[in-house]
T-cell receptor, first 116, second 116 residues
Framework: AQSVTQPDARVTVSEGASLQLRCKYSYFGTPYLFWYVQYPRQGLQLLLKYYPGDPVVQGVNGFEAEFSKSNSSFHLRKASVHWSDWAVYFCAVSMNTGGLSGKLTFGEGTQVTVIS | EAAVTQSPRSKVAVTGGKVTLSCHQTNNHDYMYWYRQDTGHGLRLIHYSYVADSTEKGDIPDGYKASRPSQENFSLILELASLSQTAVYFC???????????????FGEGTRLSVL
């Protein structure tokens, strides 16, 4: 069965510093991968998505992620963090069989705290 | 604008009572999903649907029923609510098809359910 691991439950970063959030997946085959962000008491918003192709994908608000098949990873990066990036970030994987891209397996999430 | 709307946004229910959570999408998506989020954890799939009048079990279907009376509407039903079903519930929808042209699932704002 597919699974997603986000090894860092909490990350604290200074405003203006760079950010990397780790995501490891377990899946037999070619995965479809997503990063979502959840602001307090809100739903999930898509940051970026990976479908088989270029391993580096660009997302919204300056986020990017890099897919590595050899490392089974899909790490999220941002060069310069803003206070508005304070949120919970979820990595998710989909088999996308039969077009079911919404049938996702989520990681536990990483809480990002931004300090000045 | 594409949207997934959930109602109610929050609800307090009594143990043993019946609860119905509703979801409406204006995205013309074929697929709809119900996820559950427990505090400090990722989302888990409860039920999903390919088409109106048909539902499928997800990863944690016990204690829940689903109903898809039309393409736009998808309900989650707790016939006998229990304390362990206190959580935030998210509805999502996605387009059919695979590959780059397929959109990532869109999520609603969530319904916060407390069972007392």
């Amino acid at each position: 069965a597919q699974s997603v691991t986000q090894p860092d439950a909490r990350v604290t970063v200074s405003e203006g510093a760079s950010l990397q959030l780790r995501c490891k997946y377990s899946y037999f085959g070619t995965p479809y991968l997503f990063w979502y962000v959840q602001y307090p008491r809100q739903g999930l918003q898509l940051l970026l998505k990976y479908y088989p192709g270029d391993p580096v994908v660009q997302g919204v608000n300056g986020f990017e992620a890099e897919f590595s098949k050899s490392n089974s990873s899909f790490h999220l990066r941002k060069a310069s963090v803003h206070w508005s990036d304070w949120a919970v970030y979820f990595c998710a994987v989909s088999m996308n069989t039969g077009g079911l891209s919404g049938k996702l397996t989520f990681g536990e999430g990483t809480q990002v705290t931004v300090i000045s | 604008e594409a949207a997934v709307t959930q109602s109610p946004r929050s609800k307090v229910a009594v143990t043993g009572g019946k609860v119905t959570l509703s979801c409406h999408q204006t995205n013309n998506h074929d697929y709809m999903y119900w996820y559950r989020q427990d505090t400090g954890h990722g989302l888990r799939l409860i039920h999903y649907s390919y088409v109106a009048d048909s539902t499928e079990k997800g990863d944690i279907p016990d204690g829940y029923k689903a109903s898809r009376p039309s393409q736009e509407n998808f309900s989650l039903i707790l016939e006998l609510a229990s304390l362990s079903q206190t959580a935030v519930y998210f509805c999502a929808s996605s387009a059919a098809g695979t590959g780059e042209g397929n959109q990532a699932p869109l999520f609603g704002e969530g319904t916060r359910l407390s069972v007392l």
